[in-house]
């Protein structure tokens, strides 16, 4: 397994923007973050292959964008950012592009976004 570091979590008001960065310890096909907000179970919010394909959660299509720019790093722009979207949110990581949503091989230990209204 890799270990996953996330950093670029904060406070921050609705309708701004954050940026998330994950860093893998060695390269990994298949990276992605899930999210858990207080008293919820953890819930897909995006994927990303290498060299290419995404998959987005229905609730955050249209307003973030994962991205990497090499096989060990990932990162999580979030626009038009609701309260809903308050949440830790962790880096996750699986050498199966398809399984990632649903059994990620690795987590980071997550990072706090709080989004006021």
């Known amino acids: 397994q890799v270990q996953l570091v996330e950093s670029g979590g904060g406070l921050v008001q609705a309708g701004g923007s954050l940026r998330l960065s994950c860093a893998a310890s060695?390269?990994?096909?298949?990276m992605g973050w899930f999210r858990q907000a207080p008293g919820k179970e953890r819930e897909f919010v995006a994927a990303i292959g290498w060299p290419g394909g995404t998959s987005y959660a229905d609730s955050v299509k249209g307003r973030f964008t994962i991205s990497r720019d090499n096989a060990k790093n990932t990162y999580l722009q979030m626009n038009s950012l609701k309260p809903e979207d308050t949440a830790v949110y962790y880096c996750v990581a699986s050498q199966l592009f398809h399984t990632i949503a649903t059994f990620p091989q690795s987590w980071g230990q997550g990072t706090q976004v709080t989004v006021s209204s």
């Open positions: 060695g390269r990994i096909y298949a």
